[in-house]
């Protein structure tokens, strides 16, 4: 069997390349590993920002997921508008992004709109516009967890949180965001072993907030290599987001994980510029340029190794002794993106994939932060 018999569509003559190829049914199955994995669709939080496409939140509200974290204002209003009953902005809100959150969550009654926090001078702000109109925003403290990213770390986090909601009276205090996206150990045994130091610290953050007289309802924990290790935690929602699309980078470092990918970008060979030599219509304005290294697994390669990569051409080697086996001028071709997330945002629509065939199209309906 060709290596990319799973991704190949019989009528992909009809598709410009380079394109990127979605594939429902293999997405359908990575939701429902997840939904397996957490023990059930109710415990999911799971981010929008890796494909930013509106029918896969119908997918995953279909198969029971309600809750959704998105990472812009266009994520947001797109997660609120499919019908979420529950949607967490995980980013800090500052400037006029504070005034857009509040009129998002407005237009979406039907949506509970959860804000982050991480300084008293954001939300300070937040509760100021939350007075002038006359509502109140539920929001969680985003967690340091050794990311050095965003969030309070661990051993400040009682106080601040306890100083936070006595100040600002228009803001309700829920909990905790904890994510750890610097935990890459592709050992699924040490992987556990990070996640749970970390977390035993923001167990007993929880209890010394417990005593101060402030309850922490809703943690949210993970991303899509951790949350399995936090799967196991008592009145713990868990968040991926990659896992529904995953990609070749993640693929090589977590074989432990039941995911395959679910997107192939279709793209073409343009020209034979030098003995052994091929190019295709994928630069790195069709293919995430992060993280450093191969950009993306080239299936059915026969062997060829990338040499260059520009803007809009990839050039590759035929291995010595195969040179006559090198692709046709025209022939197409599919490779697998080392990182999806940034992959998705490069393009306004993808096409779908059914039965072999190319069928339908999605629009990433918030790949622009409008």
Wanted: proline residues 6%; aromatic residues 8%; contains cysteine.
């Amino acid at each position: 069997m060709r290596e990319d018999a799973l991704y190949r569509l019989k009528n992909d003559e009809v598709i410009a390349s380079p394109a990127l190829i979605c594939y429902p049914d293999i997405i359908r199955r990575n939701t429902q590993a997840a939904i397996d994995m957490a023990g059930g669709a109710a415990r999911l939080w799971p981010h929008v920002k890796s494909h930013k496409i509106a029918e896969m939140i119908d997918m995953q509200v279909a198969m029971g997921i309600r809750r959704f974290k998105c990472a812009t204002i266009a994520e947001l209003d797109m997660t609120c508008a499919r019908g979420a009953e529950h949607a967490l902005l995980a980013y800090p809100l500052v400037g006029p992004n504070v005034e857009r959150f509040l009129d998002t969550a407005a237009r979406y009654p039907r949506t509970t709109c959860w804000a982050l926090g991480d300084s008293l001078e954001a939300l300070s702000q937040l509760d100021r516009a939350c007075a002038r109109r006359g509502v109140e925003t539920r929001w969680l403290c985003d967690v340091n967890l050794g990311m050095d990213r965003t969030g309070v770390s661990a051993d400040r986090l009682t106080a601040f949180c306890r100083e936070a909601a006595a100040r600002f009276p228009h803001l309700r205090f829920m909990g905790l965001h904890c994510y750890d996206g610097q935990n890459h150990q592709s050992d699924p045994a040490g992987r556990r072993a990070a996640v749970n130091s970390q977390m035993a610290a923001v167990a007993a953050a929880r209890a010394a907030l417990r005593e101060a007289g402030l309850e922490t309802p809703v943690v949210i924990a993970g991303g899509s290599p951790t949350f399995p290790c936090h799967a196991a935690e008592e009145g713990v929602f868990l968040s991926p987001g990659t896992v529904f699309l995953w990609d070749w980078g993640y693929q090589q470092s977590y074989p432990d994980l039941p995911f395959i990918p679910g997107a192939a970008l279709l793209t073409r060979v343009v020209s034979h510029p030098g003995p052994g030599l091929f190019t295709l219509d994928l630069g790195y304005k069709a293919i995430a340029s992060d993280p450093a290294g191969q950009r993306g697994c080239l299936l059915d390669g026969r062997g060829a190794v990338p040499v260059l990569q520009s803007e809009e051409h990839w050039v590759w080697r035929m291995p010595e002794g195969r040179e006559d086996e090198r692709p046709a001028i025209g022939e197409t071709m599919y490779v697998i993106p080392t990182h999806i997330c940034p992959t998705t945002a490069l393009y306004r629509t993808v096409k779908l994939a059914a039965g072999g065939l190319a069928a339908g199209e999605w629009t990433v309906a918030a790949r622009d932060r409008g």
